[in-house]
């Protein structure tokens, strides 16, 4: 699977390079750095865990939020910033435009209950 990449990703990814050492073209790029697991390649699992970790490490420990959780934040970040509906179908991989547009919902969703008429009210009582 391809997926794009920003240029602070580009960054992010190059910093972790340098601070690597001694990678080679046929080398997993990113690797485990776990007691036992010491450059064996990543696989969904490991990574899950990891972002769970950071997770809780950052106080947010909840069993709803997971490395799953961080696609659907892309995906509603971009729609907010003014991507398409269309450009977020095909960052995510979509085959059916619907299943994107549940995150059309969400948003519509929190507009209705986080808008400028509701605060007014505290201002009113």
């Not at 970040?77 to 991989?93: E, H, P, R």
């Not at 008429?117 to 009582?125: C, G, I, K, S, Y």
Request: net charge neutral.
């Amino acid at each position: 699977m391809e997926v794009g990449i920003t240029g602070k990703m580009l960054e992010a990814i190059h910093d972790y390079i340098v601070c690597r050492g001694d990678i080679t073209e046929s080398d997993y790029l990113f690797v485990s750095h776990a007691r036992g697991y010491k450059e064996a390649k990543l696989n969904p699992v490991m990574v899950s865990r990891i972002v769970k970790r950071r997770l809780r490490e950052i106080g947010l420990d909840s069993k709803f939020l997971t490395c799953h959780s961080l696609r659907h934040t892309a995906a509603i970040l971009s729609l907010k910033a003014g991507a398409t509906i269309y450009d977020v179908q095909q960052m995510l991989g979509h085959v059916s435009i619907e299943t994107t547009k549940i995150y059309l919902r969400a948003i519509e969703e929190e507009t209705r209950i986080n808008n400028r008429a509701v605060h007014t009210l505290d201002e009113l009582f």
